[in-house]
């Protein structure tokens, strides 16, 4: 799986975009783009994933430059509830080895 | 769905002593992983089955380590003989390997292990 580089920590107004970016420089054209995030003493939860196309769910939108090198994960309007430790992670679907490999993601600390 | 299930959510533990997780998977699904996280390594597999048989157990630290999964709703991981640098929190979650486009993982809560 491709390796990522996310920045260590973060800040964000509570009710602001929260924007993660995530560098995959070396992905391949048959990876995805996963994010989960772990909130305190909690299991990673899954965010969303994409390929090439931009996503949206109910949850968060991610963005995936055209050469696919890079990707940012925006929470629309940040809540002290998305405080929490957010994981890119580059990986093949559907063949290959399936377990997640966690970087040291980037640690959201929503501010009131 | 209650989600994926693990027991306990605390142990502590002398070192020396056997531990047994425990995992019940969502399901339906037919992929269960064993990961462990500590400070310093993080979150990093240790295990993972398809349809109850063990594929990758490449992260499994030793031979202490043992994993197993009898039937498609419950797993155990077990420490034999327990070491005080075992303490970490373990994480279990499960898939269902559909097409092939998504594989999302779902995490249990987690059973944070101490080992004195």
């Known amino acids: 799986d491709a390796k990522t580089t996310q920045p260590t920590s973060m800040d964000c107004a509570e009710g602001r975009a929260a924007n993660l970016p995530c560098n995959h420089s070396t992905i391949s054209g048959n990876e995805y783009v996963y994010w989960y995030r772990q909130i305190h003493s909690q299991g990673p939860q899954y965010i969303i994933h994409g390929l090439k196309n931009n996503e949206t769910n109910e949850m968060a939108s991610l963005i995936i430059t055209e050469d696919r090198k890079s990707s940012t994960l925006i929470l629309p309007h940040a809540t002290l509830r998305d405080t929490a430790v957010y994981y890119c992670i580059v990986r093949v679907v559907g063949t290959g080895r399936r377990a997640l490999t966690f970087g040291s993601g980037t640690r959201l600390q929503v501010q009131p | 769905d209650a989600g994926v299930i693990q027991s306990p959510r605390h142990e502590v533990t002398e070192m020396g002593q056997e531990v047994t997780l425990r995992c019940k998977p969502i399901?339906?699904?037919?992929?269960l992983f064993w990961y462990r996280q500590t400070m310093m390594r993080g979150l990093e597999l240790l295990i993972y089955?398809?349809?109850?048989?063990?594929?990758?157990d490449s992260g499994m630290p030793e031979d202490r380590f043992s994993a197993k999964m009898p039937n498609a709703s419950f797993s155990t991981l077990k420490i034999q003989p327990s070491e005080p640098r075992d303490s970490a929190v373990y994480f279990c979650?499960?898939?269902?390997?559909?097409?092939?486009?998504?594989?999302?993982?779902?995490f249990g809560p987690g059973t944070r292990l101490t080992v004195l």
């Open positions: 979650a499960s898939s269902q390997a559909l097409s092939g486009y998504t594989d999302t993982q779902y």
């Open positions: 089955f398809n349809n109850n048989v063990p594929i990758d």
């Open positions: 399901s339906g699904h037919d992929y």
